[in-house]
């Protein structure tokens, strides 16, 4: 079975910028999460998307959203970029986003602001 | 709020010798906890989970990981620790009170010494 991918791999932008990144789950996992990695902050969580709806948000501020389409896939989008966006974003899918589950997590994309 | 702490930055071990990564967390239920590994410019790989049942958790590559309630601990150990173990590890909980959102530690750089 194949992991869960994300899209791109890498990314170069500009402050003030927007951004579109995009992951596809594990087949038949319905729950889609988001992180971001940054090495002063760890990992923070920034929202999670079952069925098509959002179901649970991190503090992050509203320049950070994201969606899900029905074939479970997920996009986020950051608009107004900051350098401080510059981070790792990790998606992780998981069946149902019960407390049990496990999360697999994809590669990762890099951004990085200039 | 659930929390995760592990409160070294770095554990350096010889190979061969037993490897252990602490981690103490806090929750207001009770804990589901998971260990991760990431290696340099990926994602995070999941090692195991502790949900209920046996305090002794046995996951991938030889890992194992010890639950004790009473100390609010969940180490991961490996009885002999090999120089390809050398990645980051994280620590996770997360509990059905919350938010069902994953908390991560820090994370720990293990560095074994060849």
């Known amino acids: 079975k194949a992991g869960v991918t994300q899209t791109p791999r890498y990314l170069i932008k500009t402050r003030g910028q927007q951004v579109t990144l995009s992951c596809s789950p594990i087949?038949?996992?319905?729950?889609v999460s988001w992180y971001q990695q940054t090495p002063g902050q760890g990992l923070q969580f920034l929202f999670e998307?079952?069925?098509?709806?959002?179901?649970n948000k991190g503090n992050f501020p509203g320049r950070f959203s994201g969606r899900q389409f029905s074939n479970s896939r997920s996009e986020m989008n950051v608009s107004t970029l900051e350098l401080g966006d510059s981070a790792l974003y990790l998606c992780?899918?998981?069946?149902?986003?019960?407390?049990?589950?496990?999360?697999?997590f994809g590669p990762g994309t890099r951004l990085t602001v200039l | 709020a659930q929390s995760v702490a592990q409160p070294e930055d770095q554990v350096n071990v010889a190979e061969g010798n037993p490897l252990t990564v602490k981690c103490t967390y806090s929750v207001s239920g009770n804990p589901y906890l998971f260990w991760y590994v990431q290696y340099p410019n990926r994602g995070l790989q999941f090692l195991l989970k502790?949900?209920?049942?046996?305090?002794l958790v046995k996951g991938s590559y030889g890992f194992e990981a010890e639950f004790n309630k009473s100390q609010t601990s969940f180490h991961l150990k490996k009885p002999s620790a090999l120089v390809s173990d050398s990645a980051l590890y994280f620590c996770?909980?997360?509990?059905?009170?919350?938010?069902?959102?994953?908390?991560f530690g820090k994370g720990n750089q293990v560095v074994v010494i060849p």
């Open positions: 996770a909980v997360r509990d059905l009170y919350g938010n069902n959102r994953l908390a």
């Open positions: 992780a899918s998981s069946f149902s986003g019960a407390g049990t589950d496990t999360q697999y």
């Open positions: 502790y949900i209920t049942g046996d305090n």
């Open positions: 998307y079952f069925s098509e709806t959002q179901r």
């Open positions: 087949s038949g996992h319905r729950s």
